[in-house]
């Protein structure tokens, strides 16, 4: 009888390589963050460009740069739901206005709490569109944009035509006061004079201005990183605090917590998640309403440093949010990076046309690391590429003494172009955006 013969000698396994584990996202950041600074210190040194890394700079992108992320974050929410929201901009517009009404008629708080109402309203309008009635996404979201610019132009008329006109607010007074980090920026602290002794008196007591004496030194590279702390430390208003603690939250909540759970699961598979007892339909609307309250608050920020509501004064920031969130693959700290960027050129043109300028080196060394990280990975095309586009900035910068004035106003949305082309390869959004889900369908 013939039958299967088995092998049962031992067997020496075959050796495993270990397994290497991934490097922390803090990490990296932090790299990548020394690697741009250590560049933009020297490329302010060889170009006589102290502006590039001055505190004044750095305090202005995040003025300029957190509508920008707001709006960004907003879009996240809504996305991370499944709902595709380009509607950010009228959510914006509608922010301002509110903000502005409220600051006109009854202080700057007020501001800041119906504008965060009418930036809702904006996005509740669009939940309701999208997810109770199915609309097309982008249908919505266009006609989002264009109420908002009509909404804010008619109440602007019913309210304030008779003081300033149909396109402007009434100056608004007041602010909501601002913050100087203690030892960094040196603001104040408070302590009992006798120390510890009941019944003495509270006083303030001024602390040391560590990061900005820090600057005054003029150290390469180290004098940059004082001047980039004092300038995010120096002087923040509350309602732009208020914008950048909305960032951790919002990573907290989304990635933290069985509600941020359930909110994700609708953008990734939501037949799956209403199998599972997630109401789909309600998740979608409050995610796109705290989408609308997000953009909201950065609208507010708008007309709060302005001190005056104007139209068209967000200027498309809605817009280069919604890149910004693409740019970050749909994460809270790439988004903040991302806004960060565009911030810091805005910010840029606005200050000093020398360090524009500058910024023509500085993509050029950023370029030719490029270049030399893909010719590594031996992606031959790419870093002949990259190399080439390094060597025409490189004698764009040689050969010019200036940045074209016409071009400077549309420097960020340049940006925004670049940076968005550089990094669509390793873009993954939520496997549902966009999609119109009916209950019972799928």
């Not at 302010?44 to 920008?68: C, E, F, H, K, Y």
């Not at 150290?219 to 951790?248: C, E, H, K, Q, R």
């Not at 609208?299 to 509501?309: R, T």
């Not at 990094?423 to 549902?432: E, F, H, I």
Request: hydrophobic residues 50%; contains cysteine; aromatic residues 10%.
């Amino acid at each position: 009888m013939t039958g299967y013969v088995t092998d049962t000698s031992p067997t020496t396994p075959e050796p495993v390589a270990p397994e290497r584990s991934p490097r922390p996202a803090w990490l990296s950041f932090l790299v990548y963050a020394g690697l741009a600074l250590a560049t933009l210190s020297v490329v302010a040194i060889v170009a006589d460009a102290p502006a590039l890394t001055g505190s004044g700079t750095w305090g202005a992108a995040l003025r300029v740069g957190i509508p920008i992320g707001l709006a960004g974050l907003g879009g996240l929410w809504s996305e991370r739901s499944g709902v595709i929201n380009i509607g950010l901009e009228g959510m914006l517009v509608l922010g301002t206005w509110f903000g502005a009404f409220g600051a006109v008629e009854h202080g700057p708080w007020w501001g800041v709490l119906l504008g965060i109402v009418g930036g809702a309203l904006g996005g509740l309008l669009h939940a309701i569109a999208t997810v109770r009635f199915g609309v097309d996404h982008i249908v919505s979201g266009v006609a989002v944009n264009l109420l908002g610019v009509g909404v804010a132009r008619y109440l602007n008329i019913i309210t304030f035509d008779d003081q300033t006109g149909a396109t402007q607010s009434p100056r608004i007074s007041g602010d909501v006061g601002q913050l100087d980090v203690p030892f960094l920026a040196g603001g104040r602290l408070f302590g009992w004079d006798p120390p510890l002794i009941p019944g003495g008196q509270l006083l303030p007591i001024d602390t040391p201005n560590m990061m900005g004496w820090l600057e005054r030194q003029d150290w390469p590279i180290l004098s940059d990183l004082g001047a980039v702390v004092y300038g995010l430390t120096n002087a923040v208003t509350f309602d732009v605090l208020l914008g950048v603690l909305m960032f951790p939250l919002s990573w907290w909540i989304l990635w933290r917590t069985p509600f941020g759970l359930r909110l994700r699961s609708c953008g990734e598979d939501p037949v799956a998640a209403e199998s599972l007892g997630v109401n789909v339909y309600r998740m979608k609307t409050i995610a796109v309403t705290v989408s609308g309250a997000l953009a909201g608050l950065g609208g507010v920020i708008i007309v709060l440093f302005a001190s005056i509501y104007r139209e068209g004064q967000t200027a498309g920031r809605g817009f280069i949010g919604l890149a910004a969130m693409i740019f970050g693959n749909w994460r809270p700290g790439g988004l903040a990076m991302g806004a960060g960027l565009f911030g810091f050129t805005d910010a840029l043109q606005l200050r000093n046309q020398a360090a524009v300028h500058a910024m023509l080196l500085f993509v050029a060394v950023l370029l030719t690391g490029l270049a030399v990280r893909a010719l590594v990975r031996r992606r031959w095309v790419a870093g002949a590429v990259t190399v080439t586009f390094a060597a025409g900035f490189l004698a764009w910068w040689l050969l010019t003494d200036e940045y074209p004035v016409q071009w400077v106003p549309f420097t960020p949305h340049i940006t925004t172009l670049l940076v968005l082309a550089f990094a669509s390869q390793r873009l993954r959004m939520p496997a549902a955006n966009g999609v119109v889900y009916r209950r019972g369908e799928g």
